[in-house]
């Protein structure tokens, strides 16, 4: 007897966050098209949160698979030291000048964790070149910024780091602002001026700390004061980037620049793995010298791979057309309206949006956080009904690709209500 992709997946595979003592078989996902992916029986399942929030443009989208393809038969890769190609220049040059503030250099990595660990890098070497001696980074509680050792530093200790906080250097952590505490933020950032060396932020959402949001006018104040302290402002926009918060990337939203920018996830639309850390030419310039002690020692064997680096201006290409924005705004629309409604059910607290991203809390007698026991409970519920929803914790969010449809949206919104009406009958035990 044949058996199923999901058990021979069983007999081999470990799966990224996930306990498998405990866990049930994975799903067996044959192939995808637009918002939906398709398992092995052909039942169609809604993919709500753009497949861990990478699949901007919707899956199999033909304009990408038709670059990918023209790509693998002229250059499939190609050693990125001493030497060049096509597709890495061309993207470096239509990406720098719609990046917020005045970035002026590309580096290419594998993906968000790898973009983050060079941008750190870039940092710390940079205040070494320059002969300065400071030495710490200034981040945000609740903050992630990816699993890779210096990506878990610069991130809050968590259940993400609990094995591996006692290997991970010290970092500064600070609240994200609020108006009654931006004044002693902004005194806390002036003190420690004199040792810090960057500050890495998530713009305006932080992702896997739970969808939480923050004003941009005080993280404008914020990032001000950094800047005449001297620090590099580190944006993230690994998950921010590319529209999911309404405008193209979230650093927009302030008037203070980032001197870095972190991006993956949807910089392909999903569709192959590569990392980008930008800089401006102020931080580019402090590696430039004739000591060779001063060259930034980074690289990974798959950087600035051609076919990754094609997908990516064909994702460009459609995130750029004015079509992508109108669905943006559609998105943002309907979550409105549904936001609307939810806000009148007491079994969900603090809901919440920006752009496509929207966010609440499923009231439950545990602590609002990741390890959350209603997670298992939530996952199963809407797996049933066909929709790829991931909590994280009692968090709950849609994070849907571009191109789904109202009434696929629809069907998202009325599992959700689906879900509160029978928590509040008491068909479904938060205990």
């Not at 402002?233 to 920018?261: C, K």
């Not at 798959?302 to 559609?330: G, H, Q, W």
């Not at 629309?333 to 603090?350: A, D, I, S, Y």
Request: proline share 4%; hydrophobic share 40%.
């Amino acid at each position: 007897m044949n058996k199923s992709l999901s058990q021979r997946d069983q007999a081999v595979i470990w799966h990224p966050y996930t306990q498998h003592q405990t866990a049930p078989a994975p799903i067996g996902i044959t192939r995808g098209e637009g918002a939906l992916l398709f398992d092995e029986a052909g039942n169609e399942y809604i993919d709500a949160t753009s497949s861990w929030w990478v699949n901007i443009h919707g899956h199999s989208h033909p304009h990408i698979a038709k670059k990918l393809a023209g790509q693998a038969n002229t250059l499939q890769h190609c050693i990125f030291a001493g030497y060049t190609h096509e597709p890495a220049v061309q993207l470096a040059e239509r990406l720098l000048p719609i990046l917020p503030g005045q970035q002026a250099r590309v580096f290419y990595s594998d993906n968000g964790s790898t973009a983050v660990e060079v941008a750190i890098k870039m940092a710390i070497q940079y205040w070494n070149n320059t002969g300065q001696k400071r030495n710490k980074i200034i981040a945000f509680h609740h903050a992630y910024h990816g699993d890779t050792f210096g990506a878990m530093s610069v991130s809050a200790r968590s259940v993400f780091t609990k094995a591996f906080d006692p290997y991970l250097f010290d970092v500064i952590f600070i609240d994200t602002p609020n108006h009654g505490n931006i004044a002693g933020l902004k005194q806390q950032v002036k003190e420690l001026a004199g040792q810090s060396i960057a500050f890495i932020y998530e713009p305006l959402v932080q992702g896997a700390g739970g969808m939480l949001m923050y004003s941009a006018s005080l993280m404008d104040e914020l990032l001000t004061i950094c800047k005449e302290q001297g620090l590099l402002l580190i944006a993230d926009e690994i998950m921010t980037g590319f529209g999911r918060t309404g405008r193209n990337f979230a650093s927009e939203y302030m008037r203070t620049e980032p001197d870095i920018v972190c991006l993956s996830k949807g910089l392909t639309g999903g569709a192959m793995a590569l990392g980008v850390t930008t800089c401006t030419q102020a931080v580019y310039g402090a590696f430039l010298s004739d000591d060779a002690l001063k060259t930034l020692f980074h690289g990974h064997s798959f950087t600035a791979n051609p076919l990754a680096c094609s997908v990516a201006l064909a994702s460009l290409d459609i995130f750029l057309e004015p079509a992508c924005r109108e669905n943006r705004l559609r998105i943002q629309q309907q979550h409105l309206n549904f936001k609307t409604r939810l806000e009148q059910c007491n079994e969900v607290k603090q809901v919440r949006m920006l752009g496509t991203i929207m966010a609440f809390e499923v009231v439950s007698p545990g602590e609002d956080n990741y390890i959350n026991g209603l997670a298992n409970l939530l996952h199963t519920y809407f797996k049933n009904k066909r929709i790829m929803l991931r909590p994280l914790g009692n968090t709950l969010y849609i994070l849907p690709p571009y191109c789904i449809t109202n009434e696929q949206l629809g069907k998202v919104y009325q599992a959700i209500l689906d879900l509160v009406s029978e928590l509040a009958q008491g068909a479904i035990m938060t205990k």
